[in-house]
């Protein structure tokens, strides 16, 4: 028998190969006007492959002010990236196409010649395979919404903000800090300044799992439904994107029927096929190579 033993060979089988898990992003978006007389909101999301963009963009400035400059700031972002060779800096892109776009909406005229002196938020994400990186100037929102999590990764642009830093410096105090906040949600950034310099976009990319969702909204779907809310009707509706942008908007109208601002989603669902399966095989086999003996 010692003998037998010394000519057990033990082999090794590795793995076959597999293919590369292919991912998937889908992208549903929806846009209401509200109670307001014109629609100022401009959104856009395409998806192609491994790769997709999307963006909304809030105008303001009354009348066409307000579309004509949500538009213009959407167009510039938009042309740019299917305009572009290879990006290898994404972050550097959207820094670079944010000031693009902040003077050409600031140059922006109306029908006798005059500048336009309207302005846009603009909030736009970019995916390439699971790198997620985004960019926010004023005070529309991005979430990232993970199993049962929520998180906005975005600061609102306003005078609240800059009242926060100088309260928490010891510049101001409560006292004043309370007598100023009827001005708080006044934007302190935005497109069309012609010097925008606050902005906040992600240098290193957030990356995605199996099954998150990116929300990207305008300011009248926060201000009309919470956090909790949001991710309530984001899970109710699953994998169906488009559903869940259309029950958002619907949802914000419904609470708040007077006074209900433009609202605007773009929802993007990040998901790898073949996933689950290499998971259960993994839990079987214990993550570890399959052994047997040959004589």
């Not at 959407?74 to 000031?99: M, Q, T």
């Not at 007077?258 to 073949?274: A, K, L, P």
Request: aromatic share 6%; net charge negative.
């Amino acid at each position: 028998m010692a003998e037998m033993e010394k000519d057990i060979v033990t082999v090794r089988l590795f793995p076959q190969h597999r293919a590369e898990p292919e991912v998937k992003i889908e992208i549903g978006t929806s846009s209401i006007i509200g109670t307001r007389r014109s629609q100022e909101d401009t959104i856009f999301g395409y998806g192609s492959g491994k790769e997709a963009i999307a963006l909304v963009c809030d105008g303001m400035g009354g009348l066409s002010g307000g579309e004509i400059a949500s538009k213009a700031a959407a167009e510039s972002l938009v042309n740019a990236w299917f305009g572009r060779k290879e990006i290898e800096d994404i972050p550097e892109f959207l820094e670079k196409e944010a000031l693009k776009a902040d003077e050409k909406v600031f140059q922006q005229k109306n029908d006798k010649g005059e500048r336009l002196r309207a302005g846009t938020t603009i909030v736009a994400a970019i995916i390439r395979g699971n790198e997620l990186y985004w960019l926010s100037v004023g005070d529309s929102k991005i979430y990232i919404i993970r199993g049962k999590e929520i998180l906005s990764v975005c600061r609102e642009h306003n005078y609240r903000l800059t009242l926060n830093q100088q309260l928490e410096q010891g510049e101001l105090t409560p006292e004043e800090y309370a007598a100023e906040e009827y001005r708080a949600e006044a934007l302190i950034s935005y497109l069309g300044m012609g010097n925008v310099s606050l902005m906040d976009l992600n240098r290193q990319p957030f990356l995605l799992e199996d099954g998150d969702i990116v929300l990207l909204s305008s300011d009248g779907l926060y201000r009309s439904l919470s956090e909790e809310e949001i991710l309530c009707l984001i899970k109710e509706f699953g994998g169906d994107v488009q559903g869940a942008a259309d029950v958002l908007t619907s949802a914000a109208l419904g609470n708040k029927q007077s006074g209900q601002d433009n609202t605007s989603v773009v929802v993007m669902r990040y998901s790898v096929s073949g996933r689950k399966e290499e998971q259960e095989e993994k839990k079987k086999t214990g993550g570890k190579q399959d052994e047997f003996k040959k004589m």
